[in-house]
Structure formats: structure tokens, C-alpha cells
């Protein structure tokens, strides 16, 4: 079964600097995508930045990246110069393949972790 | 289009009734997924189609639960005597491609 890890609860970041936000991940298919979500209080699931499981290069965007070791199992989240916009829970998710070996399957989410920027 | 629209967006109801969710995919997506969120955790998949063809259903979608989309469209997603343990927030996705567009949720207290 697919899982997704992130191992911490609350992180906090001065706000200019940069933040690593963790997450692993465990699966047998040896396809798939990686996603990360920003949830603000008011709910909403704002897509930040993927990355496919055969993509070679890290994906980047804007202030987002993603820090990708596949041997390791982990698919970090960087936000450099952090806003304070940025306060806000954080979800790494994984695609699977979908029901009947189609592509695009649902998503499976770790526990999130909640970013506190400071000023 | 403006997205994925859910209604309502909140819904309070007594233990026991019925409620049902309204989520309005955009329009040339084929796929939408439902999704609980509890208070503190990630959301959890319930279901999801593919045009009209309900594809997969969570073992979490307990025979209370049901959804349905029955032109390839909108999608209703209706819980049957509902208890304290329904209180959450339901996400609903679409999707066409790669990525997944979110809708606002409905939160749901049981009281």
C-alpha cells in the first residue's frame, strides 16, 4: 500500500529564510507522482509543485522546489525566502496508478505539517 | 469556470439524518475524487470516477456512504444516518491531466 510520511507536526521559519519541510514516501509502483499542497485556514488545496518519478531534474517553482531522492524515498519541500503569506498546514501527497492500471489514480496524503512564519 | 464548486459549505445536522453534497467538477474534467479531512490531518480518499463510472471506493466509504455522477458531471455524495464520527470536512477533486483542482469543501458537524 502506498504511504506518506511527514514527521513534522509544526516547523517555524523566520521570515527571508529558507524551510525544509520532510516527506517519505513508500511505494512498490515504479511510477508515480509526487505533489505538494498548501492548506490555509480558510480550506482550500492550493497546488504548489510536482514531480514524476522519472523526472531526472528536481522540480522547481517560483520560491518553491522540490528536493527529490529517489534511492531514498523522499521528495522534500523547500520555500526559500519565506513570506509570511506562507503561514499555513502543508501536504506532501502521492499519485497512484489508478483502478485498472490507468494512469492517473487518487492521491494519498501525509499528515501534514503546519509552517508558522515569523516576522 | 471558476473551478470546483461544492455546496453547501457548511452543513450542521442532528445524528441520524441524512445529508447529502453537492460538488461541481470543472467542466471538461473526466475525473473527481471525494475526500475526508478530520480536524489536524490529511484528507483521506473515499471515492472517485471517471466520467460517470465510479472507479474505486475506499473501504472507509461504509454502506452509509454513497456517491454518484450520473451524467460524467456533477457528483452527489450522500451520507445515510449520520454519526458523531461523519464531523469533517469532504473535498471534492477533478481532474483531467496531471493535476488535481480542489474545491473549498463542505464541513459537516453531526450534533
Known amino acids: 500500500a502506498q504511504k506518506i510520511t511527514q514527521t513534522q507536526p509544526g516547523m517555524f521559519v523566520q521570515e527571508k529564510e529558507a524551510v525544509t519541510l520532510d516527506c517519505t514516501y513508500d511505494?512498490?509502483?515504479?511510477?508515480?507522482?509526487l505533489f505538494w499542497y498548501k492548506q490555509p485556514s480558510s480550506g482550500e488545496m492550493i497546488f504548489l509543485i510536482y514531480q514524476g518519478s522519472y523526472d531526472e531534474q528536481n522540480a522547481t517553482e517560483g520560491r518553491y522546489s522540490l528536493n527529490f531522492q529517489k534511492a531514498r524515498k523522499s521528495a522534500n519541500l523547500v520555500i526559500s525566502a519565506s513570506q509570511l503569506g506562507d503561514s499555513a498546514m502543508y501536504f506532501c501527497?502521492?499519485?497512484?496508478?489508478?483502478?485498472?492500471?490507468?494512469?492517473?489514480?487518487?492521491?494519498?496524503f501525509g499528515q501534514g505539517t503546519i509552517l508558522t512564519v515569523h516576522p | 469556470d471558476t473551478g470546483v464548486s461544492q455546496d453547501p459549505r457548511h452543513k450542521i445536522t442532528k445524528r441520524g439524518q441524512n445529508v447529502t453534497f453537492r460538488c461541481d467538477p470543472i467542466?471538461?474534467?473526466?475525473?473527481l475524487y471525494w475526500y475526508r479531512q478530520t480536524l489536524g490531518q490529511g484528507p483521506e480518499f473515499l471515492t472517485y470516477f471517471q466520467n460517470e463510472a465510479q472507479l474505486e471506493k475506499s473501504r472507509l466509504l461504509s454502506d452509509r456512504f454513497s456517491a454518484e455522477r450520473p451524467k460524467g458531471s456533477f457528483s452527489t455524495l450522500e451520507i445515510q444516518r449520520t454519526e458523531q464520527g461523519d464531523s469533517a470536512m469532504y473535498l471534492c477533486?477533478?481532474?483531467?491531466?496531471?493535476?488535481?483542482?480542489f474545491g473549498s469543501g463542505t464541513r459537516l458537524t453531526v450534533v
Open positions: 477533486a477533478s481532474s483531467l491531466g496531471l493535476g488535481y483542482t
Open positions: 511505494t512498490s509502483d515504479q511510477s508515480y507522482g
Open positions: 501527497a502521492m499519485r497512484e496508478v489508478g483502478a485498472g492500471g490507468t494512469s492517473y489514480g487518487k492521491l494519498t
Open positions: 467542466s471538461e474534467h473526466n475525473r
